[in-house]
């Protein structure tokens, strides 16, 4: 079955800084692939996603994801953050039937340093 | 593009009575709709995915008839939470997908039951 793993529940980094928020992922074929961030009370906003093609995405906000199919990674990069940039980052991996259904990981919280 | 609302935003609802939550996708079509409720500092739990037109499946767990979903048209699916009780007390998130294979989220809705 697919899974999604997020090994750092929390992540502090200064602003300016450079960011890498880490998933793994399960799954037997070519995934379909999500980070999503969501801020204190709201819903999920689509950072970028990955079906096909270029390994290296870029996203929103300066965002980018690398998708290593050696390493079952796909991770979310930023070269400067933003103190704007702290919430919770969710990577997601499709469920792989006609459903779209979504796996996620349990969530990275980014807490941003002034 | 790709905007999905929710309302109400909040409610708070007296022990027994029913609350319905809309979910709607404001500039697309979206074939299918799906409902996650999200507790305190932990990921998404699926609830239920619903297809325009067809019976909402749910997850295994999820009482079918106390959380009742509607997908009547291709941009509206509704959810009402039957007799709700404090336990039902938790943050809604829908979200909508077309054809691209991608979910796009509602705001959430906070339901606070009394």
């Known amino acids: 079955a697919q899974s999604v793993t997020q090994p750092d529940i929390h992540i502090t980094v200064s602003e300016g800084a450079s960011l890498e928020l880490r998933c793994n992922y399960s799954?037997?074929?070519?995934?379909?692939l999500f980070w999503y961030v969501q801020s204190p009370g709201q819903g999920l906003q689509l950072l970028l996603k990955?079906?096909?093609?270029?390994?290296l995405v870029q996203g929103i906000k300066g965002f980018e994801a690398e998708f290593k199919r050696s390493q079952s990674s796909f991770n979310l990069r930023k070269p400067s953050v933003h103190w704007s940039d702290a919430a919770e980052y969710f990577c997601?991996?499709?469920?792989?039937?006609?459903?779209?259904?979504?796996?996620f990981g349990s969530g990275t919280r980014l807490l941003v340093r002034p | 593009g790709a905007v999905v609302s929710q309302h109400p935003s909040w409610v708070i609802c007296k022990s027994g009575t029913s609350v319905k939550i809309e979910c709607r996708s404001l500039?697309?079509?979206?074939?299918?709709m799906f409902w996650y409720r999200q507790f305190p500092k932990q990921s998404l739990m699926l609830m239920a995915t619903?297809?325009?037109?067809?019976?909402?499946?749910?997850e295994q767990g999820v009482e079918k008839d106390k959380f009742l979903i509607n997908h009547a048209s291709l941009t509206l699916s509704t959810l009402t939470v039957t007799s709700a009780h404090p336990e039902d007390s938790s943050f809604y998130i829908c979200?909508?997908?077309?054809?691209?294979?991608?979910?796009?989220f509602g705001p959430g809705t906070r339901l606070l039951v009394l």
């Open positions: 979200s909508a997908t077309g054809t691209t294979k991608t979910q796009y």
């Open positions: 799954y037997g074929a070519t995934p379909y």
């Open positions: 990955y079906f096909s093609g270029d390994t």
């Open positions: 997601a991996v499709g469920a792989g039937d006609s459903s779209y259904k979504l796996i």
């Open positions: 500039d697309f079509q979206a074939t299918t």
């Open positions: 619903s297809n325009e037109g067809s019976k909402a499946t749910y």
